[in-house]
């Protein structure tokens, strides 16, 4: 069965610092993968998604996510934070023959000054 | 525009009592989806429907019950509530799953139940 792993529920950085959130998924074929933004009261917002080709792939708001399959790892980065990325974010990846997505747990991220 | 658009947005209501929520999307998907979120943020999926037809079902009580008039809403109907049903229910809405690029799903602003 395929399914992501998020490690880390909370991270903290600062304004400004490296964001790096973790996701490793399982999967016995090719995966899609996704990364979603909770906004606090707010429904999910797609934010990138890989599926097949290019391996680093570009979001919005400055996010991106490079398929590692050597590390099976698909974790989201953004080189410099900004207080309105305080969110919850969670890693998803295609299954149930393409029929459904599985979430990780999600991790939430908070920025300080 | 409201792509997916659910309705009510909170409801709060007792034991015992039956309530629906309602789901509407106007991206022209055919596959529609209820997940459920609870208190721990943890999301998981409840039902899928593709063209109106139910294509999942993980193992949800059957005091609810999906219903999909057209492929444009899916509306979900739950009896009996109890206090385990309080959650933040979900709306989704894709193209058909399988093969392809376009599959990401898109999400409603969620219903926040609470049952007292």
């Known amino acids: 069965a395929q399914s992501v792993t998020q490690l880390g529920s909370h991270v903290s950085v600062s304004e400004g610092a490296l964001v790096l959130l973790r996701c490793n998924y399982s999967?016995?074929?090719?995966?899609?993968l996704f990364w979603y933004v909770q906004y606090p009261n707010q429904g999910l917002q797609l934010l990138l998604k890989?599926?097949?080709?290019?391996?680093l792939v570009k979001g919005i708001n400055g996010f991106e996510a490079e398929f590692k399959k050597s590390e099976t790892s698909f974790h989201l980065t953004k080189p410099s934070a900004h207080m309105s990325d305080a969110a919850e974010y969670f890693c998803?990846?295609?299954?149930?023959?393409?029929?459904?997505?599985?979430f990780g747990t999600g991790t939430q991220l908070k920025v300080e000054l | 525009d409201t792509a997916v658009s659910q309705t009510p947005k909170y409801l709060v209501t007792q034991m015992g009592n039956d309530k629906s929520i309602k789901c509407e999307q106007n991206?022209?998907?055919?596959?529609m989806y209820w997940y459920k979120q609870d208190s721990k943020k943890f999301l998981k999926i409840m039902f899928s429907?593709?063209?109106?037809?139910?294509?999942i079902n993980e193992t949800v009580p059957n005091r609810f019950s999906p219903k999909s008039p057209d492929k444009a809403h899916l509306n979900l109907h739950i009896n009996s509530l109890e206090l385990g049903d309080s959650a933040v229910y979900f709306c989704?809405?894709?193209?058909?799953?399988?093969?392809?690029?376009?599959?990401?799903?898109?999400f409603g602003q969620g219903t926040r139940l609470t049952v007292v």
């Open positions: 429907y593709n063209n109106k037809e139910l294509i």
């Open positions: 890989y599926t097949t080709g290019a391996t």
């Open positions: 999967s016995s074929v090719p995966p899609y």
């Open positions: 989704a809405s894709s193209l058909a799953g399988g093969a392809g690029g376009n599959t990401e799903a898109f």
């Open positions: 991206l022209g998907h055919d596959t």
């Open positions: 998803a990846v295609l299954t149930g023959g393409g029929n459904k997505l599985t």
